[in-house]
């Protein structure tokens, strides 16, 4: 199912070299440590979108986002801004 708090992240080739598999898993925990039950973390072959960092879909903005290394990912989709924080 997907909802609002739904990050598709890309495992191709391309990504991989970028750490996706770390990126996806440092969203994961950082959504358990904050309580975001309805954070759903879902990884995909390939978005066709390579190069330049992993590929990120977010549901709430549907937009495609590019980071390079986990903090980044981290510090800018699991705060309020980009994923719905439930009251």
Do not use: H, Y
Request: with cysteine; hydrophobic share 40%; glycine share 10%.
């Amino acid at each position: 199912m997907i909802n609002s708090r739904t990050v598709t992240i890309c495992t191709g080739a391309g990504c991989k070299g970028w750490n996706a598999e770390r990126i996806a898993q440092g969203l994961r925990e950082a959504g358990a440590d904050l309580g975001l039950d309805e954070l759903e973390i879902r990884s995909v072959p390939c978005m066709k979108r390579c190069g330049g960092g992993v590929s990120i879909q977010v549901s709430a903005c549907n937009s495609l986002l590019k980071f390079k290394r986990e903090e980044e990912a981290v510090n800018v989709l699991i705060p309020e801004k980009m994923i719905p924080v439930p009251a």
